[in-house]
């Protein structure tokens, strides 16, 4: 996987405070999307999934969720040098692993409706983000086959946008390898499929260390699973605190759950 200088990193996070968004090209090489493409259908395939059937997710759309749960090839995504270094500049370094899932929309599958990430927590539109999400090209993206739409600067707009309205968009179209990141105020919505080919993307999706993760990580990825993980793994999981502070467990880190021997027991108030 690609690592990006902090030069690269400071340009991509200043892309998506002006416009939003912003795309890493080269982030991972095509036999890296060929196991993760390979490694979902035998997940579709062992689970007998089939589209969730819903305006939101899709009716012609593959989800597969808790992707941490599912194996090693998923774990290296969040913490990968070319994403969370841009992430960790948008939110901080006690950011959280809001969702890893994957989104496999399908020939025939219409738009979906224009969205924000920040929408359901609801809080007043300053700007300040406490989400960040990107979206990993496992195939091509192109208008074609349903690329992510996006309203360029519509994070900066004080208003949530109303679901099911139609908006002006243009497609993040991007070769298998990239990474779309954006902030959690944008506007956007997958986009139809009217191809012969497969979209494939892992949205992998981050909050503040202050928000709820929209996947439960903690309880959701089995301990013994979690217990394999790298220190960042584990503290983006949510084995950690925010400020020394929230999150502790009888003021202890709950990295200890995980039997480490590299947990931080400082607590905000040994700070006076
Ligand atoms: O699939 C996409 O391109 C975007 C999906 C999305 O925004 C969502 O499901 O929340």
């Known amino acids: 996987m690609r690592t990006l200088t902090d030069a690269d990193a400071d340009r991509h996070a200043a892309e998506i405070d002006e416009q ?3 795309i890493v090209a080269d982030a991972f090489d095509a036999t890296f999307a060929g196991e993760v493409l390979e490694a979902l259908d035998a997940i579709i395939e062992a689970r ?22 599912h194996g090693e090839v998923f774990q290296r995504i969040p913490t990968a040098p070319a994403v969370l270094p841009v992430v960790e500049r948008v939110l901080d370094r006690e950011c959280l692993l809001s969702t890893l899932s994957s989104i496999d929309i399908r020939p025939g599958e219409s738009a979906q409706p ?11 539109r300053t700007g300040f983000p406490v989400v ?30 109303v679901y099911g309205e139609a908006y002006d968009t243009i497609p ?14 944008l506007w956007h919505g997958g986009g139809a499929n009217g191809s ?38 584990a503290r983006l999981c949510g084995y950690g605190t925010y400020r020394g502070l929230i999150g502790h467990i009888d003021k202890t880190d709950p990295l200890r759950l995980l039997d480490r021997d590299d947990a931080d027991d400082t607590m905000l108030w040994d700070a006076g």
Request: some cysteine; charged content about 20%; aromatic content about 8%.
């Open 172 to 185: 993040a179209e991007m070769p298998v390898g990239s990474v779309l990141l954006w902030h959690g105020s």
């Open 132 to 161: 960040c999400n990107s979206m990993w090209a496992i195939t091509d993206f192109t208008e074609a086959n349903g690329a992510t739409r996006l309203v360029p600067g519509s994070h900066r707009d004080p208003d949530y946008p």
């Open 114 to 124: 224009i969205h924000s990430d920040d929408q359901v927590i609801g809080l007043p």
């Open 20 to 22: 939003g968004y912003t």
């Open 48 to 69: 007998s999934l089939t589209p969730a059937d819903n305006g939101f997710e899709g009716r012609d759309t593959y989800r597969v969720y808790n992707l941490l749960a």
């Open 196 to 233: 012969d080919g497969r979209r494939v993307g892992i949205a992998d999706n981050y909050c503040a260390g202050m928000i709820r993760q929209q996947e439960n990580q903690q309880l959701g990825v089995p301990r013994e699973i979690a217990a394999t993980f790298d220190k960042r793994l």
